[in-house]
C-alpha cells in the first residue's frame, strides 16, 4: 500500500507549519502531530519523520519529547534545531548551552556532501535560531556541516537513515533551504507524489457527498477566501442542499457586506441570506479595550448569532467550517508546547448542544493552496487575491475602546489607502495592508486654524505566510499621494505615520 507522506512532529517551533508547507509544494503530503499523538500512529505508513525547532532546551525537566525508541524505526528521520538536539540527546551524544547564542543568518559549510546536501554548493547563508549546541556527537554518527559558532552543525547517522540539521532548511532565508528538504523527501525518503492539485478537488468533493448523503448544509460565511472556498466545493457537493448566511459584525470594511453578497448570490449562485447584528457588536463592545477580550467577546457574539440563524433551518444536519490546516494546528497548540501568541477566533466553541455535525472541506489545506482551488473553482482572483482580513475585523484596528465614529474613519482611511494601492499597481506586491487608528491625538495645521485630531497609521507587510514579514518600501511619491488624500478627505484624521516594523519582533496586527 503507499504510504501516507511525511510526518512532522512539532515541538513548538514557530517555523513548524512551513516545513509541512514546503513538503506539500513538493507534492507530498506532509502532516503535523504532537509529541504526545506519537504513541497512537503507525509511522511506518510514512516515508520519513521530521523533527522540529523549539524553542526549549533538550535538558530542561519539562522540555517536550517523544516516547520512541528511534534506533528501531525503519524510516528516515530529519531532526531541524531542537530535533537534531533531541536526536543527539536520544542517541548518547551531548548537547550544550552555549555561551554565544547564534540567531539570524550564520555562514554554513559542508563538510560531506552525503544525500541530504547532495547538489548544494559548499558554503551556504543559512538561518539560525538556537543556544544549545551539539558538543559531542552520538557514537556512530559524523559531522556533515558547521558554522562559526557550532562545530557539529548538521549531523547524520552513519547508516544514512538518521539526519539533523541545526539550521532551518524550511524557512525563506536559508538559501537552498528548499532543496535540503527536497533532497530528504526524495532522495532519503523516497516518497511518491501524491498532493497534485488536480486530484485535490475531486477527492474532497467526493469526501463531502459521502460524509453528507442526503442532508442538508448550513453555514455562516464571512466573506473570507476560506469560507467562500469552503461554501463552493460544498455547493458542487450537494448543491442546493447548502444554505448560507453573512453575519454583519459591524466591523467589516467599506461596502464590504454588500459587495460580498453580491458576489454570492449573483456570481457564484449561492443561496446566502444576509443578518445584520451591527448593533449587539458594537454594543457589547462598549468600554472594552483589551484586545484578547475584544477577541473573545467578538468570537461568543458571532456563535450566538449563528445559533439563532442556524436554529431557523430546522432540516440541517450538517454545518460548513472554513477550517484551515494552520487554524488546527494552532488550536491544538495552546495545549502543546507552541507559544500561542494571539488567540484566533474562528476555530472552536461551537457549542455542541448545536447538535450538528461538521463539514470542513479545507482542514487539510493551507492557505495558498486553498486560493489555488479557489481559482480552479471559478471565484474571481480579485477575491480570491485579496489581502488577509482578521475574523475580529476592525475591531482589533482600533486600538482600544471600539466606536461607531472611529469605525467610520477608520473605514474611509483604509479604502482610499487601499484604492492607492490598486491604483498603483502593487497591491499584489503587499500581503497584506490596514490602517490602524490610534488612541492618540496630535497638533496640527489646516488652513491657519490649529487642529487637535486622531492619527492613523498605515501597515503594509511583505510575507509569504504570516508567519514572518518585513514592512513594504513605497516610492515616496506613492505613499505621500495616500497621506495628502487620508488627510484631506477623512475629516478627523490630520496625522498618518508609517509601520515600520517587521515580525518577528512585532506581529502584523496591532491587536
Ligand atoms: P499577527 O498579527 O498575529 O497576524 O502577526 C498574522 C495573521 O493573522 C491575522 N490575524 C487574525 N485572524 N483572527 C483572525 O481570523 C484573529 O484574531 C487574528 N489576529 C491576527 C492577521 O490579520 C494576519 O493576517
Redesign the pocket.
Known sequence: MDKIGILIVDFGSQYTQLIARKIRELEVFSEIVHPDQIGEISLNSYYGIILSGGPNSVYDKNSPDIDLDLSKLDIPILGICYGLQLLAKKFKGEVERSKKREFGYAKFHIVKRDKLFKGIPKEIKVWMSHSDNVVKLPQNFERTGYSQNCKNGSMKSKNGKVYGLQFHPEVYHTDYGKDILKNFVFEICKSKKNWTSNDLIKRIVERIRDDVGDNYVIGGLSGGVDSTVAAVLVKKAVGERLKGFIIDTGLLRMNEGREVLELYNKRLKLDVKYVDKSKTFLNSLKGVKDPESK?KIIGRLFIESFEEEAKKFKKAKFLLQGTIYPDRIESKSTKGPSAV??????VGGLPEKMNLKLVEPLKDLFKDEVRMIGLKLGIPSDFINRH?????GLA?RIIGEVTKEKLEILRKVDAIYIEELKKNSIYNDIW?AFAVFLPVQSVGVMGDERTYENVVALRAVTSTD?MTGDFYWFEKEIIQKISNRIINEVKGVNRVVYDISS?PPS???WE
Open positions: 477577541r501568541i494571539k488567540s484566533h477566533h474562528n488577509p482580513f482578521p475574523g475580529p482589533i497584506q504570516g515580525k506581529t502584523i496586527e
